[in-house]
Structure formats: structure tokens, C-alpha cells
């Protein structure tokens, strides 16, 4: 394997090769460093790994996060849990109901609907939707009202159990979303890089409980309609499965993405910042870095 | 309006064995204060979703509108032919008076209209499961979720006859509502014309019989005079 990746000429105890490997990674820890300094990070985590060339590489891979909307990646999961098991269609109606309970003190509560963005999924308040609908709608759009409809389809002990099963650490699902008394309570769904690049593993090699189930995952996540993450530092004919997650002091992004020509590469990256500071362009920054660094990697 | 005659009244006694125990004809069941109500007995076989769509029980309410459920309600009652309590007519008539009163069109929700007993949300005794009871999400173009329209709709559908009851806005869950209007009839039980309520006066031999059926048979024979 040789790696054409540039090195900057800092002193090293002993300087790699310059197109090694190990050269590609110090140049990307490095290059890390800035952007989280230059973003004014409070944390960065990364993790990835490539199925071409089996490389794997992470940085602060193991600290949690608030997960935002990459939980829905494990609703996904546990919603094709029970498919697979024949405890639910995809194709079963579901009612579309703006009302659900509190875990913390089984008060009921409503869906902000100006803090959701898919403001579809209320045009059908009433009506029913397939479960393949709102697992199409929760991924592509995030739909914070899919989401939670499914969680109540699915239950949360099922969902962290789908987990369990595939001995997925780090990835915590504790509730829904906009559950106002369990975040005030201090219960919250976290996420490490290393947990969601496991889960999003499983998909990429068909593993996630079947061939045809992680199909159908990734099929959706193909369709992901906010752009603005992993695939802001690709070339545009990059195709990225992947799940974003926002909030007003985190900002990730998890995919799996495919390039001509190569086996597909797995890449999380989460970020936190202050409330004040807001999201800036940190996420598509580390992804292009990483992509440049593959592009510039060869085997012999 | 389609003629009752054209749909099909069923004695769910009559109904398989797994319809039955999902239906529970007959069955005694409690309601959130104790008191025992019996389920209902007769039922309109609904062929189709076509079939449901064009039978209509009121000028403004297909049969349709009252069977819309979601994954909440048995599978094999999903599927078509459907079972819906006779009752659900006298519904379709006052929510008609409902909607001419509030001069707009009128929308039940998915699961806000009949649920068997073996729907996850048939707990205690609900007048849903007696099919009499209407759960509406959307009044004209309005989606009803505050208390001002819930209060006001409220008021509307009591105006109608002493028999409507409604449920005060609240947020909790069975006895007050938030993001509809509930409207029952209560635990109406209704017999159509062509139906004998006599099983031993219209004997099914062909149909399976119930425990208690053999033995009163039995007890009657028994209690015969010798010829």
C-alpha cells in the first residue's frame, strides 16, 4: 500500500515516508486539529472506515454526544428489526397523531411543528400513513412526527434492543424527540462516532439482521435530501447513504459513500459547539479532508 | 343514501372462530367505572374497501369513513370483508346533523371510528367498540387541536340531542381530548328488522354452537313432556 498524501514538514521522532500510510494519517490528524480550532469546536469526533482497503481511522471516536437526529439511523434499525422478525409490515398503516407520552412522567405532549423539518408528514394529521412512508420521510427529511410515530410503532426497549443484538456500543436510545420533560430530566439519546459507524457498518455489508433489509435501509438513506454534511466536501458524483443530526449546539453527519470504481467508504463525524457560535462548515470540511486523503492513497 | 337492504347484517355468532373472539359478540365488558356493558351481536359485512367507499349512511358519510383503522387493530380485522356494529347508522345520522350545524365538512380519524375489542386502544368499555362513537381531528379546513375549538364544537354537538356526549378538552387520555372532538351515542345496541334474535327459533345447524346453546337446548328436551 502507498500512499501519496502530503505531509507538512513538522519535526517527527522519526518521519514517515511520504507517501505511506502512515503519513495520510498524521496529516489528517492535523488537519483535524485545525478545523476543530479554526471552527471553534468544543468536541469533534470522528470515526471511519474504508471496505476497499479495510482502513480505519478515528479521532476522539469513543466520547458521546448529543445524537439530534442520528438517532433515527437506530429507529431505522429497529424498525427493520421487527420487519425481519414478521412483527410488522412495512406496508401497515399507521396513524399520523401529533400527540404522544412523556417517558419521564407519562405527560402527554405535542410536536413543535415550526421545529420540524418536514412539514408534510403534519399534512396528513389524521390520515394514515405506511410504515415504509414514515421511515422514508424520518431518514429523507427527518421528520421529527415520523419519528416519534415510529418509536410508539416500534417501542424504545425494542429499538436499543436491535442494538443490543448486534452489539452496537455506543449508541443510547433512551426516547423520541422533543420529549420536554425527559431532556429537562437529563435524559437524552447519545452517540459516539465508533457506535453509529458500527451500526452504519452493518448496512454497508449487509449485515444489519439481512442482505435485503439493508438494502432497504440504505435505499432510503440514498434519498437523504439535506445535503449539507459529508456530501458538501464530495465531488458531486459521490453517492452518500447517510443521516444528518442538528441541534443548536451539535451539528453530525453519518454516512456511507460510494465512488466509482472502489467499495464504499464509512465516515461519522460529530461535532459540538456553543449555541451562539451555530453550525458552520466543520462537518463538510473533515469529509473532504478524508476524501482527498483516500484520493490520494494507491495499492500495489 | 344506500338501502340498509343492500348491505349485508351478519349475526357475528354466526362468524368463524377467530372473528369471533375478536369480535366477542355478546360480551360482557366493563367500563372505566365499572359498570358491565354487552358487545354487540350484529354487524354489516362490508365486502370491500369499493363497497365501503359507495354505501353510504348518510348523504355526507360513506361506511368508509367509519372503518379507517391502522396497525393498532387486529390484522385479520383489517382485511376486507370488514365488521362494523349496525349501530354505526344512528352515528352516521347525528354526525349529518353535526355537519349541518357547523355548516362544513366533517372528517373522522383513522381509528376514530369503530375499534373491535381487539384494537390496542380498546381498553375499558368504549362506545368505539359499539361502533357509536366518532372521533373528529378536522372541521372544514380546520385542524382541531386548541380549546377554543374544541369548546365550540363541544357545545354544537350537545345541541343536538341529550344522547351526544362529548369530552371536555384536557389532557388526559380517556377522559378529556386535545387534538379532537369526541362525539358518542353510548353503548347503543341495535337489532336490524331481518334479524331473529331467537337462535332456537332459527336453527344454524350448519353454524358452530356455543357451549351454552347445546345445554339450553338439552335442558329444553329434557323438559318436555313425554309423548
Known amino acids: 500500500m502507498v500512499a501519496k498524501a502530503q505531509v507538512t514538514d513538522e519535526k517527527l521522532p522519526v518521519t514517515p515516508p511520504k507517501d505511506s500510510v502512515a503519513a495520510s494519517e498524521i496529516s489528517l490528524y492535523r488537519n483535524t486539529l485545525k478545523i476543530k480550532k479554526e471552527h471553534d469546536l468544543e468536541a469533534l469526533g470522528i ?32 424498525v427493520f428489526r421487527e420487519i425481519e422478525r414478521g412483527e410488522l409490515a412495512l406496508d401497515a398503516p399507521v396513524h399520523v397523531r401529533n400527540r404522544f407520552t412523556s417517558i419521564v412522567n407519562q405527560e402527554p405532549f405535542m410536536l413543535d411543528l415550526s421545529r420540524d423539518a418536514d412539514p408534510d408528514v403534519y399534512g396528513h ?31 424504545i426497549p425494542k429499538i436499543q434492543l436491535a442494538l443490543d443484538e448486534l452489539e452496537i456500543d455506543g449508541v443510547k436510545i433512551l426516547r423520541g424527540v422533543e420529549d420536554q420533560a425527559a431532556f429537562d430530566a437529563g435524559l437524552n439519546n447519545e452517540v459516539t462516532a465508533n457506535g453509529l459507524l458500527k451500526l452504519l457498518r452493518y448496512i454497508a455489508d449487509g449485515r444489519a439482521y439481512s442482505r435485503k433489509a ?21 465531488p458531486k458524483a459521490a453517492r452518500v447513504a447517510h443521516k444528518t443530526g442538528n441541534i443548536s449546539t451539535v451539528h453530525h453527519d453519518a ?7 472502489r467499495k464504499p467508504y ?14 458552520g462548515t466543520a462537518v463538510a470540511e473533515v469529509s473532504r479532508d478524508l476524501y482527498n486523503t483516500m484520493a490520494g492513497l494507491s495499492y500495489e | 343514501m344506500s338501502d340498509p337492504q343492500q348491505i349485508k347484517v351478519v349475526d357475528a355468532f354466526d ?12 360480551d360482557l365488558v366493563r367500563d372505566a ?14 365486502a370491500s374497501h369499493e363497497a365501503a367507499v359507495d ?44 355537519r349541518v350545524a357547523v355548516n362544513a365538512s366533517v372528517h373522522i380519524a383513522v381509528n376514530g371510528g369503530y375499534r373491535s375489542p381487539a384494537h390496542r386502544m380498546s381498553g375499558n368499555a368504549s362506545p368505539h367498540m359499539w361502533g357509536t362513537a366518532a372521533d373528529i381531528y378536522k372541521v372544514g379546513g380546520s385542524i382541531v387541536k386548541t380549546k377554543e375549538l374544541i369548546d365550540r364544537f363541544n357545545d354544537v354537538a350537545e345541541e343536538l340531542s341529550d344522547d351526544v356526549k362529548v369530552l371536555p378538552y384536557g389532557h388526559e387520555t380517556g377522559t378529556t381530548v386535545d387534538d379532537h372532538i369526541h362525539i358518542d351515542l353510548g353503548y347503543v345496541l341495535v337489532v336490524p328488522r331481518e334479524i331473529s334474535e331467537d337462535r332456537m327459533e332459527v336453527p344454524q345447524a350448519t353454524q358452530p354452537r356455543f357451549a351454552f346453546e347445546e345445554r339450553r337446548r338439552r335442558e329444553r328436551r329434557l323438559a318436555a313432556p313425554e309423548k
Open chain 2, 15 to 26: 362468524l368463524d372462530d377467530e372473528l369471533r373472539s375478536l369480535l366477542r359478540p355478546g
Open chain 1, 47 to 78: 470515526s471511519f472506515y474504508d471496505t476497499e482497503t479495510t482502513l480505519q481511522w478515528s479521532f476522539n471516536a469513543d466520547q458521546y454526544f448529543h445524537a439530534a437526529s442520528t438517532m433515527k439511523l437506530a429507529v431505522l434499525l429497529g
Open chain 1, 255 to 261: 454516512g456511507i459513500v460510494f465512488l466509482d470504481g
Open chain 1, 266 to 279: 464509512v465516515l461519522v463525524i460529530l461535532t459540538q459547539f456553543e449555541a451562539e457560535r451555530g453550525r
Open chain 1, 214 to 234: 439493508s438494502d432497504a435501509m440504505l435505499a432510503i438513506m440514498l434519498e437523504q435530501q439535506y445535503r449539507g454534511g459529508i456530501p458538501a466536501g464530495l
Open chain 2, 33 to 46: 367505572a365499572g359498570r358491565r356493558h354487552r358487545l354487540p351481536r350484529y354487524f354489516y359485512e362490508v
Open chain 2, 55 to 98: 354505501i353510504r349512511l348518510a348523504p355526507h358519510f360513506g361506511l368508509n369513513e367509519f372503518i379507517l383503522v391502522d396497525l393498532k387493530e387486529a390484522p385479520r380485522l383489517q382485511a376486507f370483508p370488514r365488521y362494523v356494529p349496525c349501530a354505526v347508522r344512528m352515528l352516521a345520522f347525528f354526525l349529518e346533523q353535526f
Open chain 1, 125 to 155: 394529521l389524521g390520515k394514515a400513513l405506511s410504515v415504509r412512508e414514515l421511515a422514508y420521510w424520518m431518514i429523507t427529511r427527518s421528520s421529527n412526527l415520523a419519528t416519534n410515530l415510529l418509536v410508539d410503532v416500534v417501542g
